[in-house]
């Protein structure tokens, strides 16, 4: 169980984290609190968004306030998996054959529209998000902990891409984007010598280890039975919809769970209430619904259907426990 | 503190204004009622301890308790609860003012007391501070107004404290600014319904909408029996102390061509409703002890107009002063009657008019030629109508002589017998006094005087401070009503009586005989009475109809409600209890008597964010207390969720406000 002393120790940290990474991106605080979630939680983060709004920036200002590495691959479909993951060499120095890291061996990899990269080298990186191990010739390497992916994947101009297929979208913990800046934010990073999009100027607030303790801690966050019942009834409200071809699975659910336990942890709770799970159900369930073909001609978004089942599903009533 | 004294203080003499008004109704109950104006202050000692609500249920539950001993010691013999229903019918049917008997006041005090929980009650809120008093004040007065119709308050004065008094409250108390709408309405309407009772003393009675309590008592008419007292001569009716005034028995005021017949419903002595006619302009009080010695019957000797018996069960019939013992007289019984004679100078009837509009006392069914033709033909000089009763008292009395033996009756027949029968015929021109007093009765009433027959007893003189009656006395006596003077008495059998002087009347005659001649029959036996002469006794003792069950079931909405609003209060203490969630509870129930029940899949931060602070910081404690794996439970929460309650009650319209403590639906809430 985890006490509300930790639980506000948590909370200072992820403020600070917070506030170092607005620094370098304006007025997105939601977006970057969940990138956060996502750190914390273990998962990946996959950004749907336009180019130029941001989402290098994010993920290189995150990684600078957690004071990890952080490491870029541009996917283009003549990628290959070894140049993600890395490859054995030989030295001719020692004469021996020696393994050279690819840039998955960081804390934050952010791989740049992921979706034009050929699906052997996506399933390279979805390999290493999901085992957190390149084997090479038969070695395990392990990735730093914590390792967090930010993906990003362009939406529109799709000619020659790769879409990533659903089972594979299952893998990132959150899908979200970034969008525009409000008309004072927008000014604000247009304004000469504005300090917005600094890299540099981002302070180093934390450490990896930092991170990654919390991290475990996190996962012992106070839930209650109603909680889980409600976010099982969601599970079946996604699956019962008739515009979906394929609801939630229990794995999203799990996910759902652990993102909430860390949402709720940065909002200063050291327990899960319902409103946490309706905050973060869109960006933890959104992508893993797949629509039936009718409702993809007739338009429907799966965010729309998303919203549609959490306001059918009562919440849990408050009662005495 | 400065402030809620000032408030008290106005609340307090508002209600005072109000409940003495209202004790105008009484006779002398302006203590009680002045009182009784505080006891709201009750209900604010004990709302330290029980929610408000709780308080005024209290107090009016020791109000009504007391009401209702009080209802039994008064009527010791009757089942109290029926007194108590009874007592807002018996006081508008009561004689004007009120008298001050525990009975009567039961009703003014509760409405009082349950005013004045209200208003001191409602003074310690702030929405409805000054609302719910003006409401009290007003609804005190039109009580007032109903009860003595607007004699109160004829010039308008207490009225006008009211208002100035209502006005001060919300220039000195209430500085938020414009008075409330609804406040606005009902003090409009409040002033409306003042004015309607301010204004015209004329119209409105609402003892008129009240069945009286009274009673059907079918009583034989004493009339017939006058022939076998005459025979009975020398025994011993009565005794009696007190003033040479006629004793009354009966008073006979319907007459249905074959016979006369008494009043049929009584009520009980002294809250029954003034008589039908005023009682005249000069009267007198007498008083008199009377023990039975050998009348029976149910009749009850009296004097005047009773207005005092020493018997509880004794009951009057008002418009004639009748009374009655419903169980019978008995040998021994011994009581004191005081009554209202009325004692019209000689001078005064001279000129004096007679009502019109009295066909009651004016009816005579199918009434024969040959009657309504010789009262004509003896009144034809007669100029007043004083002047018509004096002259055929003396039409009746001539040439006919009294005689115990006669046939009874006072069927017309009877009567044109009694008066056209030729020489020999059995009962042609002799008679008991009922003869003598029906025939002037109907010949009265034919040249439209209102008449009516009374039977009872001759004055006789004292003998050792006591007056014995004997059944030799017993008589009967017309009476004619004059307006202004009240109900005179004739004699046709002597002349005497107890009505005007003998000198005046014979003044009368003497200038009436200059012109006078005596009216003869035009035809006697030839004219075939109209109605056949029927038994008379026939009407005798039919059994008295079984008293009306109340209708106990217009309660059920009152006890419903009552019922409601306990349902609610528990369920409002259960969840004060409950802590947090039972604070989200209580505001979950007035989102839903407002109308605005959140969506159930709205969570709890989303639903108090809506209220203002109160309502977010109260979402944050309700969520701990909901999810978190040891909550701590929030003293404040009850506090918050108040305000929240607060702004909920003034988002709802006016009529889910007035339903809002009864509404039964947060009952049914899951």
Redesign the interface.
């Known amino acids: 169980m985890i006490d509300t002393g930790e639980v506000s120790a948590f909370r200072d940290l992820h403020t600070r984290l917070g506030d170092a990474v607005e620094g370098a991106v304006r007025g997105k605080r939601d977006v970057v609190d969940l990138v956060l979630v996502a750190m914390f939680a273990g998962g990946h983060v996959l950004l749907e968004d336009v180019p130029g709004t941001g989402k290098t920036t994010l993920a290189r200002a995150v990684a600078g306030a957690l004071g990890g590495v952080s490491r870029r691959v541009q996917f283009t479909p003549d990628l290959l998996p070894s140049d993600v993951t890395g490859t054995s060499v030989y030295d001719p120095q020692t004469g021996q054959i020696r393994f050279r890291p690819g840039p998955v061996f960081a804390n934050i990899v952010l791989a740049d529209e992921i979706n034009r990269a050929a699906a052997k080298t996506q399933s390279a990186l979805l390999e290493v998000m999901e085992e957190r191990t390149v084997t090479i010739d038969g070695v395990g390497h392990s990735v730093p902990d914590p390792f967090l992916v930010v993906a990003t994947q362009n939406p529109i101009d799709l000619d020659g891409t790769y879409r990533l297929p659903e089972a594979q979208l299952d893998r990132f913990m959150l899908r979200t984007s970034i969008g525009y800046p409000s008309v004072e934010d927008e000014l604000d990073v247009l304004r000469p010598g504005s300090g917005a999009g600094r890299i540099a100027d981002v302070r180093t607030v934390s450490s990896p280890r930092e991170v990654s303790s919390f991290s475990a801690r996190l996962s012992l966050l106070h839930v209650a039975d109603p909680i889980l019942q409600y976010i099982s009834a969601l599970g079946t409200g996604t699956r019962s919809d008739e515009r979906l071809r394929l609801g939630t699975s229990t794995r999203g659910l799990r996910t759902l769970v652990r993102c909430a336990q860390v949402y709720a942890a940065s909002k200063g709770r050291h327990f899960v209430v319902p409103q946490d799970v309706q905050d973060i159900a869109d960006p933890v369930l959104a992508h893993r619904l797949v629509l039936t073909r009718e409702s993809v001609l007739s338009g429907v978004t799966t965010s729309e259907v998303l919203a549609d089942v959490l306001s059918r599903v009562p919440v849990p009533k408050p009662a005495a426990q | 503190m400065k402030r809620e004294a000032v408030k008290f203080a106005w609340v307090s003499a508002l209600l005072l204004v109000g409940a003495l008004q209202l004790a105008q109704a009484w006779d002398g109950a302006f203590v009680y009622f002045g009182l009784a104006a505080f006891s709201g202050f009750l209900a604010l000692l004990l709302k330290r301890f029980v929610p408000a609500g709780l308080a005024a249920l209290a107090v009016m539950v020791v109000a009504m308790a007391g009401g209702f001993l009080m209802a039994k010691g008064a009527s010791p013999d009757r089942d109290p609860t029926w007194v108590l229903l009874d007592t807002v019918p018996r006081l508008l049917t009561a004689a004007r003012p009120a008298p001050a008997t525990p009975e009567l006041l039961v009703p003014g005090l509760l409405l009082i007391i349950g005013i004045s929980t209200g208003a001191v009650l409602s003074v310690t809120r702030r929405g409805t501070a000054l609302f719910v008093p003006a409401l009290g004040a007003a609804t005190l007065y039109v009580a007032a107004a109903l009860l003595t119709t607007g004699r109160a308050d004829s010039y308008g004065l207490v009225a006008l404290t009211m208002v100035v008094v209502l006005a001060l409250g919300w220039l000195i108390i209430d500085r938020r600014g414009p008075v409330v709408p609804p406040a606005v309405l009902a003090t409009a309407l409040a002033a409306l319904t003042l004015l309607t009772f301010v204004l015209p003393a004329n119209g409105f009675e609402p003892r008129k909408l009240v069945t009286p309590p009274v009673t059907d008592i079918a009583i034989s008419n004493p009339l017939p029996q006058l022939a076998s007292w005459a025979a009975q001569g020398e025994t011993e009716l009565f005794r009696m102390r007190g003033p040479e005034v006629p004793v009354r028995l009966v008073t006979l005021s319907r007459y249905s061509g074959a016979s006369w017949e008494a009043a049929s419903t009584y009520g009980p002595l002294g809250v029954v409703d003034a008589p039908d006619l005023p009682l005249g302009g000069k009267v007198q009080d007498a008083s008199v002890d009377l023990q039975i010695t050998g009348l029976q019957g149910e009749w009850l000797p009296g004097v005047g107009k009773p207005q005092a018996v020493s018997l509880s069960n004794a009951m009057v019939d008002p418009d004639t002063g009748s009374l009655v013992v419903a169980d019978g007289l008995r040998t021994g019984l011994s009581y004191t009657v005081r009554g209202v004679v009325e004692t019209p100078a000689d001078n005064d009837l001279a000129e004096a008019q007679v009502p019109v509009d009295v066909t009651k006392y004016t009816a005579l069914p199918r009434l024969p030629f040959t009657l309504a033709d010789y009262a004509r033909q003896a009144t034809q000089n007669a100029r007043t109508p004083y002047e018509k009763a004096v002259a055929l008292e003396q039409v009746v009395r001539l040439n006919r002589r009294p005689d115990a033996e006669a046939p009874v009756g006072s069927s017309y027949a009877r009567l044109e017998t009694f008066l056209f029968g030729a020489e020999g015929e059995s009962g042609a021109n002799a008679g008991t006094a009922e003869q003598f007093a029906s025939a002037y009765a109907v010949l009265a009433r034919a040249v439209g005087l209102p008449t009516r027959v009374v039977v009872g007893f001759q004055p006789v003189p004292e003998q050792n401070g006591e007056r014995i009656v004997r059944a030799a006395d017993a008589t009967a006596w017309p009476e004619v009503y004059f307006s202004g003077w009240g109900w005179v008495a004739f004699d046709p059998v002597s002349g005497n009586g107890s009505g005007p002087s003998a000198a005046s009347k014979r003044e009368v005659l003497n200038r009436l005989a200059s012109t006078t001649a005596k009216p003869t029959p035009t035809s006697l036996a030839s004219v075939p009475p109209l109605v056949q002469p029927s038994a008379v006794a026939g009407d005798a003792v039919a059994a008295p109809a079984a008293p009306k069950s109340f209708p106990f079931w217009v309660f059920t909405p009152v006890v419903l409600l009552v019922a409601l609003y306990v349902a609610r209060t528990s369920r409002r203490l259960r969840l004060r209890a ?5 604070a ?2 209580e505001v979950l129930d007035a989102l839903q008597l407002a109308g605005l029940r959140p ?8 639903v108090g964010r809506e209220w203002g602070e109160a309502g977010a910081r109260l979402a944050v404690v ?8 040891r ?1 701590a439970n929030d003293e404040q929460s009850w506090r918050l969720a108040r305000q929240v309650k607060k702004a909920v009650r003034r988002k709802a319209s006016w009529w889910r406000k007035l339903v809002w403590p009864v509404d039964p639906r947060p009952l049914f809430r899951r």
């Open positions: 409950a802590g947090p969630v039972g989200w509870n969506k159930p899949s709205r969570t709890v931060p989303d309700v969520d701990e207390a909901a999810f978190a794996p909550p």
